[in-house]
């Protein structure tokens, strides 16, 4: 009887533990925003709408230096997101507005940082993606179309964007 309960235990402990090992760490979630009187899915990450800059190009380089970074704060991953990120070959899991969850292939890293201290933005098919510092929770999207000094603007990564 011990050793049934045990062997019980123990296949159960294991299987936890490949659901586990098998699941994404980093994973978006898709959320309904209002933008420009009009609802749309945008994607999120820890919480806050992840945004993109017009003035990147898909350049594989972010434009958006210096006082830019306190308003428009880069999506950055730890080495362990990054590694994750490679090993699925820029697959990251979305949570649907429906509760099912998907893959969204296409992102990457750009490291903004040095060679002795890395610091890898997430990118969408080239584009860096960022955070708007105003946006207080994941319903929030402030930031799109956000035009400063009437040069460039930012956009909500929503799920029909291919680019500016």
Not at 2 to 12: D, P, R
Not at 32 to 42: D, F, H, N, R, S
Not at 128 to 151: M, Q, T
């Amino acid at each position: 009887m011990i050793k049934s309960k045990f062997g019980w235990m123990l296949a159960m402990a294991l299987a936890w533990t490949a659901q586990v090992a098998s699941a994404h760490e980093l994973a978006l979630k898709e959320v309904k925003v209002e933008i420009g009187g009009a609802e749309k899915v945008a994607y999120a990450l820890t919480g806050k709408v992840l945004y993109t800059f017009e003035n990147d190009v898909a350049s594989r380089s972010s434009t958006c230096t210096g006082a830019c970074v306190e308003i428009w704060p880069a999506v950055l991953l730890n080495a362990k997101e990054v590694a994750e990120l490679k090993k699925h070959n820029g697959e990251v899991e979305v949570y649907g507005l429906d509760g099912q969850e998907s893959d969204k292939s296409g992102f990457d890293v750009l490291n903004r940082g040095t060679r002795s201290k890395p610091r890898y933005q997430l990118t969408f098919n080239g584009w860096p993606l960022y955070y708007y510092a105003f946006d207080r929770s994941e319903d929030d999207a402030y930031g799109d179309e956000h035009n400063p000094g009437g040069i460039h603007d930012w956009y909500a990564f929503t799920s029909d964007f291919a680019g500016h």
